[in-house]
């Protein structure tokens, strides 16, 4: 079963960035999940297992971008301007090896999720 390994976060001003990390012990479809409190857990975006497609929720298009390195197995997130509604727990998850042209948003398709990180944005 594939493991996930999260870093990032943090407490920042609105405007600001951050980058959120999460190595994967496997080549597979990854995505970024949120939660804050009192809501239900969603989807930020996604990347396939080959990196060719990714997939962004309207709330975060042109702010936030999703990376990976297959070298390393590892996705990247880098949210820019960051908006005191970003506030809350970030998930990483793993979907299938076999995505290799495509995201799912439901989060029962991901099997795998990450420990979470938190990030607080000021205003």
């Known amino acids: 079963q594939v493991q996930l390994v999260e870093s990032g976060g943090g407490l920042v001003q609105a405007g600001d960035s951050l980058r959120l990390s999460c190595a994967a012990s496997?080549?597979?479809?990854m995505a970024w999940f949120r939660q804050a409190p009192g809501k239900e857990r969603e989807f930020v975006v996604g990347?396939?297992?080959?990196?060719?497609?990714?997939d962004y929720a309207d709330s975060v298009k042109g702010r936030f971008t999703i990376s990976r390195d297959n070298t390393k197995n590892t996705v990247y997130l880098q949210m820019n301007s960051l908006k005191p509604e970003d506030t809350a727990v970030y998930y990483c998850?793993?979907?299938?090896?076999?995505?290799?042209?495509?995201?799912?948003?439901?989060?029962?398709?991901?099997?795998?999720w990450g420990q979470g990180t938190q990030v607080t944005v000021s205003s």
């Open positions: 990347i396939s297992s080959n990196g060719g497609n990714t």
């Open positions: 496997g080549r597979v479809a």
């Open positions: 998850a793993a979907g299938g090896s076999h995505w290799y042209n495509y995201v799912l948003r439901r989060k029962n398709d991901y099997a795998t």
